[in-house]
């Protein structure tokens, strides 16, 4: 599975590149406490009903709390036909290593 580090990300986000999507697959009260202002929300246990919001002809940079259940949604996109992408680390990892005053949890 292909994965890219939150480094990378930061500079993609910053590039204005538009060739991918950043889908965040965590629960609606984890958005409350912090969140990637460019990213698209679906639930992860919403995915398999809302895949037509997600753009198929563009690589998915999947994202969750730790990198878990984002890795569990590449799966099942790229088993979709799409091109799924993991965060490493997730968004803790982007709190960690990017954004310092990004609250943890």
């Known amino acids: 599975m292909k994965s890219v580090s939150v480094k990378q990300l930061k500079k993609l986000l910053d590039s204005g590149e538009k060739s991918f999507e950043l889908l965040d697959v965590r629960e609606k009260n984890e958005l409350m406490i912090c969140q990637i202002s460019k990213a698209v929300h679906i639930p992860m246990m919403s995915i398999p009903k809302r895949m037509g919001e997600i753009n198929i002809n563009k690589n998915i940079i999947v994202m969750c709390h730790s990198g878990v259940r984002s890795m569990q949604v590449c799966s099942f996109l790229n088993g979709n036909g799409y091109n799924a992408i993991n965060l490493e680390g997730g968004i803790d990892a ?8 990004m609250k943890r949890y």
């Open 94 to 101: 982007y709190a960690v290593e990017i954004d310092s005053n």
